[in-house]
């Protein structure tokens, strides 16, 4: 086929006047995920390629990752903070875990006010609740118990009859637990 010589001979060429889609302006610029999950570009590009985190709408350089990149990317520093080096364990364990158990691990960490705010999680001086007395009899035993709920979730329970060794060790241990929040969970072994 002979190209025409003048432009208005031509036919118009389809891919030449395409709409222009605008650039997406919500989630994080690969700069901005990298500074806020600590995790260099490249780990990120390699995280990428072995599906530990899915492939977001490519956009060139206006390429958008969205929360959930950000709540994996710190759910798998937090595995390998915890001693876990296999990659392919970690995904299988974030594959199993699904996105509300992955926010709620990643809760569990000290966040930095940046990503508080980029998840959208309040981050702030953690309150221990005073100890909950709650006392209960068991039926034919005739033991009462004393119920210390040191964080929601968490409780000790101690006999009300053991005596005052008892009381003054539930008590280190909920000053115990306070420390660690305020040092991030930062516990020795």
């Known amino acids: 086929m002979v190209r025409k010589r003048y432009p208005w001979q031509r036919k118009p060429d389809r891919r030449r006047h395409r709409k222009r889609v605008p650039p997406p302006t919500s989630g994080f610029p690969i700069e901005q995920l990298a500074e806020l999950s600590r995790v260099p570009r490249r780990t990120i590009a390699d995280y990428l390629q072995r599906g530990l985190l899915t492939a977001p709408q490519f956009r060139g350089t206006a390429t958008r990752y969205d929360r959930e990149h950000l709540l994996r990317l710190l759910a798998i520093r937090k595995a390998r903070m915890e001693g ?87 008590q280190q241990l909920r000053a115990y637990v306070a420390r660690l929040l305020d040092g991030g969970l930062q516990a020795t072994k």
């Open 84 to 170: 876990e080096r296999s990659l392919s364990t970690i995904k299988q364990r974030l594959d199993r875990m699904g996105i509300v158990a992955i926010e709620s691990w990643v809760a569990q960490m000290q966040l930095t006010p940046e990503v508080a705010t980029a998840l959208g999680v309040k981050q702030g001086p953690v309150e221990i609740p005073e100890p909950v007395h709650s006392e209960l009899s068991l039926s034919g035993v005739g033991a009462t118990w004393a119920r210390f709920e040191l964080l929601p979730g968490l409780e000790l329970s101690a006999r009300t009859d053991a005596g005052p060794l008892v009381e003054k060790v539930a």
